[in-house]
């Protein structure tokens, strides 16, 4: 990859000085015909994880603790297959190869490693058009977050789980954004009930009160963090600022949301689901694929974007491979093996 950093391209309200300056903006994947819109959430404390009480609740949520989170921008909507087909498939270097435009971020973006051909359509013919990527593994959507990194000259990450339940809440303690009733759902969410045994295009449904679409249900979204069944424990006592996680094994991995296959409690905002071995069922492979879940169809993500950009050491951290496993196969496939 080139040295130093790639120039960011000038966005609308992408430049922020102070939490107050922080406005929506809409972000242009240079290279692509894909753009996305990003809501400032401008940080503060709240109370994570689920009360004892709480219908449907299990033991990883809890004990609830206090939590400062940092101001950040975050995706309107999850990320759509538009945007994330041209890392999957080389879109923006098919379309160079046929003298299309070139950008000065593109030296940095074509080092980024991109996944392996699929042997099946990963949409599992439930359609593309405006509809979440999907089936994709927690590694492949922090590459993606250095690809997109490389494209915008803006540092995009995952969220932690800590900013994702902050955001899903949107400043509500209720079991879902909108209140405690499931009944509610139906109007944000599509889950299980109503959903017709697929996902559906984002943004279709109500968002949660700071603007957030599809923040329960639809589909699950990556998180930075490993999945302690044990629960929160284990972080100590007292308030935490921006805690993180950090995997040190494979599994579990965990997503938030809930999704379009999924019953109302796990769409409630402290829900927490743990990747498994389960989710590459299908995938002929051997090793096994580190881009894609054969068996998570219902997985996606959704990006973020820190006010204060971390130093270009601590960025690596958000988008490397964690495992030396994964960073042998990671080297095998870049001299050209599957």
């Not at 000065?104 to 699929?118: F, G, I, K, M, N």
């Not at 359509?121 to 922090?142: H, L, N, R, S």
Request: proline fraction near 9%; hydrophobic fraction near 35%.
């Amino acid at each position: 990859m080139p040295a130093g950093k790639p120039p960011a391209i000038a966005v609308d309200g992408s430049q922020a000085a102070s939490p107050e300056e922080m406005k929506r903006y809409t972000e242009v994947i240079v290279g692509t015909d894909a753009t996305f819109e990003m809501l400032p959430i401008r940080g503060g404390s709240f109370v994570m994880g689920s009360p004892a009480g709480e219908a449907g609740r299990e033991e990883c949520e809890g004990p609830q603790r206090q939590v400062e989170v940092a101001p950040f921008w975050m995706g309107a909507r999850e990320v759509a297959w538009e945007e994330y087909h041209p890392f999957m498939y080389r879109l923006d270097l098919a379309l160079r190869a046929d003298d299309g435009p070139r950008f000065e971020q593109d030296a940095w973006a074509d080092a980024v490693s991109r996944p392996t051909p699929p042997y099946v359509p990963m949409d599992f013919e439930m359609d593309v058009d405006g509809c979440p990527a999907i089936c994709m593994t927690q590694f492949a959507a922090k590459q993606y977050t250095l690809w997109l990194s490389m494209k915008t000259g803006r540092f995009y990450r995952l969220p932690t789980e800590a900013e994702w339940e902050y955001a899903c809440r949107a400043g509500t303690s209720s079991a879902y954004s909108f209140g405690d009733d499931p009944g509610g759902l139906d109007a944000h969410a599509w889950y299980f009930d109503n959903s017709d045994d697929a996902y559906h295009p984002v943004g279709l449904k109500e968002p949660n009160p700071w603007g957030l679409f599809d923040m329960h249900g639809n589909v699950a979204e990556w998180v930075l963090d490993a999945l302690d069944p044990a629960g929160y424990g284990s972080a100590g006592d007292g308030p935490l600022a921006n805690p993180i996680a950090w995997p040190t094994e494979l599994y579990p991995r965990t997503v938030r949301g809930g999704s379009w296959d999924d019953d109302p409690q796990a769409l409630r905002s402290a829900a927490r689901r743990g990747s498994t071995k389960s989710w590459k069922v299908q995938d002929p492979q051997l090793p096994k694929s580190i881009w894609y879940h054969t068996d998570a169809l219902f997985v996606g993500f959704r990006v973020v974007r820190p006010l204060v950009e971390p130093s270009e050491e601590e960025k690596r951290r958000f988008w490397d491979a964690d495992l030396d496993s994964v960073r042998e196969i990671q080297e095998k496939q870049r001299r050209g093996g599957r």
